[in-house]
């Protein structure tokens, strides 16, 4: 056979010459060339040296590895003998810290600042987590997986969802904003400035009709923001807690107490909590200062909300309430002495 390898040497002019690329880890890793001023100033800096103003930041500590040092390190000064730490009044995160040595006194802190009785980082937590979507068995999951605590009850979790002011604050705040702007572009649609035009729908838990919780909202047609929301319970976690101490001197005492609290404000099918909500939103409509002159529902109601909402505008629009409002009359007479009283 011919021999058709080319000599060497011999290459086409126009056949551009391949670069080998020899791949060095260690050259790699201690290049320098391509590394930035900042980045070499920033490697060339010991962080043991850098010291950071913690006064506003939390930190997680390995506990017996820190307090086993400080103990070592650390005398008190009445007595000239060794201190040591222990914990006391754990709640979730927070805890005392108890000082203790021969002279037999004891000096205490908190772990974190108090909000009542209650740990201010137990509340940041519970808020964080809230923020990301996560309830309480995912904090307790968290909590147990980090080793941090044994995690927190439902009533603990619950008197804090009850707690949360500034949310409701801020809503608020949004939702009257919300109506303003949706009040301006109906009046620019040529329509009474307080009639506003609203969608409808509902929405629970989980599909189909025996959610235990269920949530109906209404949004404005021009704006296209949330004016106000409904949620629907037919559940109580502390209720179901009790549940086999019924009938019973203990659970009276308890339920007195815990009736104000009680997340259940709906009986009857899940089917029932978007028209119970639509009515509920509509009759509290005049605390925004505006009337809900057409609802735009889609369709796969299983009950008429329609239907349902009629009947309270035709009491609101009744002449001789109008009468009655025309003065201010709103109240018996005698039942305004007795609110008074």
């Known amino acids: 056979m011919p021999n058709t390898r080319k000599s060497e040497g011999h290459r086409r002019p126009n056949r551009p010459v391949k670069k080998k690329f020899n791949y060095n880890p260690e050259k790699m890793e201690n290049e320098k060339d391509f590394v930035s001023t900042s980045a070499r100033k920033m490697k060339d800096t010991s962080y043991d040296d850098i010291e950071i103003d913690i006064g506003r930041n ?5 506990y017996l590895t820190v307090f086993t040092f400080l103990s070592r390190c650390l005398k008190c000064k009445e007595c000239d003998s060794n201190v040591r730490f222990t914990r006391t009044c754990e709640r979730g995160l927070g805890f005392r810290l ?12 908190s772990s974190s600042p108090l909000i009542n ?4 980082i137990n509340r940041k937590l519970m808020f964080v987590m809230r923020m990301l979507g996560l309830g309480l068995h995912s904090i307790n999951i968290f909590c147990s997986l980090m ?13 804090f969802l009850d707690k949360l002011n500034a949310a409701r604050s801020t809503f608020e705040i949004i ?16 329509n009474t400035k307080t009639h506003l035009s609203v969608s409808g729908d509902g929405s629970w838990k989980k599909r189909g009709f025996s959610s235990l919780f269920g949530v109906a909202t209404l949004i404005g047609k021009f704006t296209h923001k949330v004016l106000d929301f409904s949620v629907k319970s037919s559940f109580c976690q502390s209720c179901s807690n009790w549940a086999l101490k019924k009938e019973t001197a203990e659970y009276d005492d308890w339920y007195d107490i815990h009736k104000a609290a009680c997340i ?7 089917g029932a909590m978007e028209v119970e909500s639509m009515k509920e939103m509509f009759c509290r409509s005049h605390l925004l200062g505006v009337k809900y002159a057409t609802y735009i529902g889609d369709g796969d109601t299983k009950t008429s909300v329609q239907t349902a909402i009629r009947p309270v505008y035709e009491a609101l629009s009744n002449d001789d309430l109008l009468q009655r409002c025309t003065g201010g009359n709103m109240q018996n007479d005698n039942e305004s002495f007795n609110a008074c009283v």
């Open 98 to 109: 108890v000082i203790k040595c021969m002279c037999k006194k004891e000096n205490c802190v």
């Open 175 to 190: 939702q009257r904003k919300a109506v303003a702007e949706e009040k301006e572009q109906n009046v620019k649609a040529g």
């Open 264 to 270: 259940i404000n709906h009986s009857g099918g899940s």
């Open 58 to 62: 939390n930190v997680i500590l390995d």
């Open 117 to 120: 009785t209650a740990y201010q």
């Open 147 to 159: 080793e941090l605590s044994a995690g927190f009850a439902n009533g603990t979790y619950y008197t």
